[in-house]
């Protein structure tokens, strides 16, 4: 491993070229000069589409994330909305507004299902029904694009994989940084050796609004009337309607899966993506309910450490995940790949290098040294290559959400594969729900991340 990552170190120094020139005409210009052949830069190519190319798609679950995908779906040449399902009036009554009076609108997922000139659907739902809809709609013929976490409960993967193996259907989880530039350039910038030998990875997020952390407006007409409750219990503990526990079903540990199943999980996915990883194999989690005592269940301080042994894609690594909804100073949230050489910030459309200083040395031994290596003047000061390179995309880009529709429907049209398919998912879903487990027995969690199973 060790001698791979020199051979790509100096592979990386190489597309660096005369590093020295470069530096002359300031450390900028490799962050400018995207065409130069330096690097190769990251172009998308979306194919024509035919008359038989139309994708006919349906939304189930058509709240915040579902109907900003179904946006997003929409961008891409050739696909059309047919029908949205949800479980709540003012959802079906806010997408006829704005998608069209003539859109097919139901409370019954399975009256989607049904329909045979359905293609494809986005599930939106929380996440405890994206399991068994995801499997019927597989089985129903339907292309599935579900969102993240893939599943509610550690046991609920492989019956996807399964429906996905035997169905051949497209799908894909929407953790959409895997499709972004930036995730692509992080990825060929580790393989080229750009931060030297993996070791330590960490991610953040720093939250404090009351929406931010899951504390949604409940709409006025909320009630039974409005909201199918019965069916939005059936596949979980029955209880009678509560509002909250439908509208902010995120606090909640029957509906949602905490902050790990919801934050963690992107990076679980753009980590695996960037590194080849399969996932950890030892998770430990810590934290606590510090300030939202609002009835919610989970934590609203969470803390994840995750140890990654050596496989043939990469060297054994710890990642550290941190979430915090009562930070005062809010808004951020980032992703950091550590190496021996140096270090990449990751976002979706950028990605910031930042390599070692050649440390000067005024150690007498280091000049005897040097001075015995040939070098009759180790005094002299030498040329440095740049300590910061920063890749972003191109003026326009559409972005990593865009990318990730336009792999899937290219998938579905030249029946392709998708990087983040049942397998992908459940191996990122996996690492975060063992996190939750962690927390709540207060003890580490052991994983075979490559037979997926927990130890
Ligand atoms: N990829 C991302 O960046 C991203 C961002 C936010 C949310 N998400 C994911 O998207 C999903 C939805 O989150 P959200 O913030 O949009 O929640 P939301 O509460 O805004 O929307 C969920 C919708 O699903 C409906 N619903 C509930 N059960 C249903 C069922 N059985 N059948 C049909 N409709 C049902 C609800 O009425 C609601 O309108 C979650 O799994 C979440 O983790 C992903």
Redesign the pocket.
């Known amino acids: 491993m060790k001698e791979n990552t020199e051979a790509s170190r100096r592979n990386f120094l190489k597309k660096l070229g005369t590093a020295t020139a470069a530096v002359s005409l300031g450390s900028n210009v490799f962050a400018r000069d995207k065409r130069s052949g330096l690097f190769t830069y990251l172009k998308r190519h979306q194919g024509g589409i035919g008359a038989n190319d139309r994708i006919n798609l349906a939304l189930?679950?058509?709240?915040?994330?579902?109907?900003?995908?179904t946006e997003t779906a929409l961008q891409i040449p050739g696909v059309k909305l047919v029908a949205v399902?949800?479980?709540?009036d003012?959802?079906l009554a806010d997408a006829k507004k704005r998608w069209g009076a003539d859109l097919f609108t139901t409370?019954i997922?399975k009256e989607i299902l049904n329909r045979t000139d359905i293609d494809a659907v986005i599930?939106?739902?929380?996440?405890?029904?994206?399991q068994?809809?995801s499997i019927d709609a597989m089985h129903a013929g339907k292309h599935v694009y579900?969102?993240?976490?893939m599943v509610h409960s550690i046991t609920e993967g492989p019956a996807i994989i399964k429906a996905q193996h035997e169905t051949g259907k497209i799908f894909q989880v929407?953790?959409?940084g895997v499709s972004s530039l930036g995730n692509e350039k992080a990825k060929e910038l580790l393989a080229s050796g750009a931060i030297g030998q993996l070791n330590y990875a960490e991610g953040f997020w720093a939250r404090r609004g009351a929406v931010e952390v899951w504390e949604?407006p409940i709409p006025a007409d909320a009630s039974p009337q409005t909201?199918?409750w019965e069916?939005?219990v059936?596949?979980t503990i029955k209880r009678p309607f509560d509002e909250k526990r439908?509208?902010?079903?995120?606090n909640y540990v029957d509906y949602?899966?905490g902050m790990a199943?919801?934050l963690f999980?992107?990076l679980f996915s753009s980590l695996h993506f960037i590194t080849g990883s399969l996932g950890p194999e030892k998770i430990y989690a810590s934290g606590g309910l510090r300030f939202w005592h609002d009835g919610r269940e989970v934590p609203d301080v969470l803390l994840g450490t995750f140890d990654y042994g050596k496989t043939m894609a990469h060297p054994a690594f710890n990642l550290s995940l941190r979430c915090n909804f009562v930070d005062g100073t809010s808004g951020s949230t980032y992703l950091k790949l550590v190496g021996s050489e140096g270090s990449m910030d990751i976002t979706w459309d950028k990605v910031v290098l930042k390599r070692n200083k050649v440390f000067e040395s005024d150690d007498p031994f280091y000049a005897e040294k040097m001075r015995n290596a040939g070098d009759v003047n180790p005094e002299r000061k030498r040329m440095l290559p740049p300590e910061e390179i920063t890749y972003e995309a191109e003026k326009g880009y559409l972005g990593g959400?865009y990318d990730h529709f336009s792999n899937f429907f290219n998938a579905i049209r030249n029946s392709g594969k998708v990087t983040e398919d049942a397998t992908f998912g459940y191996r990122a879903a996996a690492p975060a729900l063992l996190c939750n487990d962690s927390y709540f027995k207060n003890e580490p969690m052991f994983w075979n991340p490559e037979k997926m199973v927990k130890i």
Do not use: M
């Not at 399902?85 to 709540?88: G, I, P, R, S, V």
């Not at 599930?123 to 994206?130: A, L, N, R, S, V």
């Open positions: 189930i679950g058509a709240g915040g994330q579902g109907s900003s995908d399902c949800d479980l709540y003012g959802r409370k997922y599930i939106g739902t929380p996440d405890f029904w994206h068994q809809i579900c969102e993240k976490p929407g953790s959409q949604y909201v199918d069916t939005y059936s596949n439908f509208f902010r079903w995120r949602g899966t199943g919801d999980v992107h959400p």
